[in-house]
């Protein structure tokens, strides 16, 4: 896959750049043997236009609003799938069919159980703990209970290690909540599916049958398809980074979990709630859109903007049509989704956004969703982070799988002092 052309001149030299190009979208400058002819660096803060590895996994089409698992569109996936399917998807190339589905189904659901001295974990923890730091810890310790599954050389240990993260974070998730309202843990039904396992054991409590609301388990499942995986965003980089040193991949995927809590990222859709919350009525989204336009304010739209969709984010347009179905089958009516659908509007419309190309991304309608159920606000990343893991754990597998991976290590372009001698103190 690599074509000849690509020169650049430095210094009066000219430097031979390879073209790569992938399957679909644009093509790659190889500039692996550039420091070392040139003796300079390439310079990309953010990354906006690096490509920091080659994958088979997802495809976004940022100016199309094009989003592809494995070459099945968001779309179709979200529609006619499930998150089980998906996740076989991303972790081995092929929609299964009903056998390796089930045979998945049920190898994820015996690995639904945590160590029942991690339970002790969470009373570590105040009850008004975030959810997400709470995460952030128990799925770093998840190392000290299984390291029969972290020998990362060996696939077989990968596979459990990946099985077991997608499979315990339904039960880390829901214990997390559990915690924070005084209400006991719910231990998992592996009678039920992923996602109604989750509703239960999130929902239930042991005084009562937990009876799973097909509609609204059907919503959850379609929302863990549009949060699966997303090419390589801040926490899936993260979680690459981390595994490229050879770190477990439970550490890999905390280093994950805390990336994506930030609100430029996974917490977004926490924020997008609150500012809408706070935006409160119609008649007040002028102002906030006069804010978000503001240099001097700090204020942004929350849930608006993306560093490749340059275009409609094409899970955006999904989760809108899941929040008129929620609010349905509970006969809500939700002010802040009135809000919501006019801020899009107005944005839309106006031409500090139309010329910066903000759209809505995923993060802007969940909340209103996730409210609807019954999810505290703190709960919103979570979610996010349920979902992120089987792509973040499919990223690690191509990665850890590629025999050329070596450890990242970038470097910088270095503006601080030159050398100069130590002063003492008493002469400073
Ligand atoms: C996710 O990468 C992924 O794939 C992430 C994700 C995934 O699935 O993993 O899709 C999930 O993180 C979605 C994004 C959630 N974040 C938010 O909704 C937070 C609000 N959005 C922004 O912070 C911002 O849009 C980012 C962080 C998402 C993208 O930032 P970039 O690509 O670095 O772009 P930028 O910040 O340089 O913005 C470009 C311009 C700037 O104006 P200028 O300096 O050019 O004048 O657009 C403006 C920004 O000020 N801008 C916004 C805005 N987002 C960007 N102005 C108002 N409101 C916004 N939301």
């Not at 042991?206 to 499942?221: F, Q």
């Amino acid at each position: 896959m690599s074509n000849e052309n690509g020169k650049l001149q430095l210094d009066g030299k000219e430097f031979d750049m390879p073209v790569m190009s992938g399957t679909i979208g644009p093509d790659v400058v190889d500039i692996r043997k550039f420091y070392g002819q040139s003796g300079a660096f390439t310079f990309d803060p953010g990354f906006t236009s690096t490509a920091s590895c080659e994958s088979q996994l997802t495809y976004i089409d940022g100016g199309e609003g094009v989003l592809l698992h494995r070459g099945y569109s968001i779309e179709e996936l979200s529609k006619d799938s499930s998150f089980m399917e998906v996740s076989y998807l991303l972790l081995n190339g092929e929609l299964p069919n009903t056998d390796q589905l089930n045979d998945f189904s049920y190898t994820i659901s015996r690995h639904t159980m945590l160590h029942e001295q991690l339970a002790t974990f969470y009373r570590g923890f105040r009850r008004d703990a975030h959810p997400m730091a709470i995460m952030c810890g128990v799925v770093g310790a998840l190392s000290a209970f299984y390291h029969d599954s972290t020998d990362i050389a060996d696939p077989e240990h990968r596979r459990i290690s990946s099985h077991r993260l997608i499979a315990k974070m339904p039960t880390i998730a829901a214990m997390a909540y559990k915690y924070s309202t005084g209400q006991p843990f719910l231990y998992p039904d592996n009678d039920l599916s992923y996602t109604g396992n989750f509703l239960r054991m999130t929902f239930g409590v042991p005084a009562e049958k937990y009876e799973v609301n097909p509609v609204i388990e059907r919503a959850m499942d379609r929302i863990f398809i549009l949060h699966a995986d997303h090419e390589q965003n801040a926490s899936t980089s993260t979680v690459r980074l981390a595994g490229s040193s050879g770190a477990n991949p439970f550490a890999c995927i905390a280093a994950g979990i805390a990336c994506l809590w930030g609100p430029a990222h996974g917490g977004a859709n926490e924020a997008a709630l609150n500012m809408l919350r706070e935006i409160g009525t119609p008649d007040q989204i002028p102002h906030y859109i006069e804010r978000a336009k503001d240099k001097n304010d700090p204020f942004r739209l929350m849930g608006f903007g993306h560093r490749v969709y340059k275009n409609y984010d094409p899970r955006a347009t999904v989760m809108q049509e899941t929040v008129r179905e929620v609010l349905s089958e509970l006969k809500l009516k939700d002010p802040i989704f009135e809000v919501a659908l006019q801020l899009e509007e107005m944005a839309l419309n106006d031409d500090y956004f139309k010329e910066k190309k903000l759209f809505p991304n995923v993060d802007f309608y969940s909340g209103i969703i996730y409210s609807a159920i019954g999810f505290p606000t703190e709960m919103f990343t979570v979610l996010f982070a349920l979902a992120r893991t089987v792509g973040w754990v499919a990223q690690w597998n191509e990665m850890i799988s590629d025999p050329g991976q070596k450890i990242g290590r970038p470097r910088q372009l270095y503006t601080g002092p030159e050398a100069r001698p130590f002063v003492p103190i008493a002469n400073r």
